[in-house]
């Protein structure tokens, strides 16, 4: 059984409940208490650790993310809506640092395994994610940012995340269906923060992965033309 786990790619687990994240939050009734929504956030959080894995970022790693769920859970025991905010901060801040950890080692491997692709669409679903918290942060502290929004949006914080996230995935991939829009001064040049973001980290790490293939299979030919 440890033999098999082992052969897991690392970031297979955080790319499956990313996948998830995307597919439960709109089917989570405006009237939950937003437990689910929270375990499957919590979920992204604990094999984000594992997708790091060993190495120097492991230990300040694992403290924020601790710091991350007690912060989360903290707000959503308590209720107070001044933690809100607080706990969607740091929960960026997670996702900042977790990105920036993942790009490394994208950028410093020298070959293209399962796993470096589940990396690089781990990163790609981590920034949206990242994205969304920044909206929600946004139409908290100003309402109205955003024109389309459910009417019961704010209150009811899994129908703005959903419905965030749902903006968040819209943008990154430039599909601009138009249903929501960004009306102040800060939601329109975030969101097209993302959309140009999306686009060149697909250009960018697209080319990449497929340099270190090409030039991974030359090596092979010219080791198996030198024997």
Same mark, same amino acid.
Not at 99 to 108: G, K, M, T
Not at 219 to 224: A, I, L, V
């Given at each position: ?19 998830? &994240? ?8 405006? =009237? ?50 001044? $933690? ?6 740091? =929960? ?9 950890? $993942? ?28 994205? =969304? ?6 139409? $908290? ?11 019961d949006a704010l209150r009811h914080r899994a129908e703005l995340g959903s419905t965030m996230l749902y903006y968040s995935l819209v943008c990154i991939t430039t599909m601009g269906y138009g249903d929501i829009v960004p ?18 980290? &697909? ?8 340099? &270190? ?15």
């Amino acid at each position: 059984m440890l033999n098999r786990l082992r052969h897991i790619p690392r970031n297979a687990a955080l790319l499956a409940v990313l996948l998830l &994240l995307i597919v439960v939050s709109p089917s989570i009734p405006e =009237t939950s208490p937003g437990v689910l929504f929270e375990l499957v956030f919590d979920s992204i959080l604990i094999a984000g650790v594992y997708s790091v894995g060993p190495g120097r970022h492991q230990w300040p790693f694992l403290i924020l993310t601790a710091v991350t769920l007690a912060v989360r859970w903290g707000e959503h025991l308590s209720g107070a809506p001044q $933690l809100d905010v607080g706990a969607l901060a740091i =929960t960026v801040v997670w996702i900042v640092y977790a990105v920036s950890i $993942l790009i490394a080692h994208l950028f410093q491997r020298q070959d293209v395994t399962v796993d470096t692709i589940l990396a690089a669409m781990v990163t790609y679903l981590l920034v949206a994610v990242a994205f =969304t918290l920044v909206f929600e942060i946004l139409e $908290l502290t100003n309402p109205g940012s955003f024109r389309g929004l459910p009417d019961d949006a704010l209150r009811h914080r899994a129908e703005l995340g959903s419905t965030m996230l749902y903006y968040s995935l819209v943008c990154i991939t430039t599909m601009g269906y138009g249903d929501i829009v960004p009306v102040s001064a800060l939601a329109r040049p975030l969101s097209v923060l993302e959309g140009v973001f999306g686009q060149l980290y &697909l250009a960018v790490m697209i080319a990449r992965l497929v340099g &270190l293939h090409a030039a991974s299979e030359r090596g092979k030919t010219d080791s198996s033309n030198r024997n």
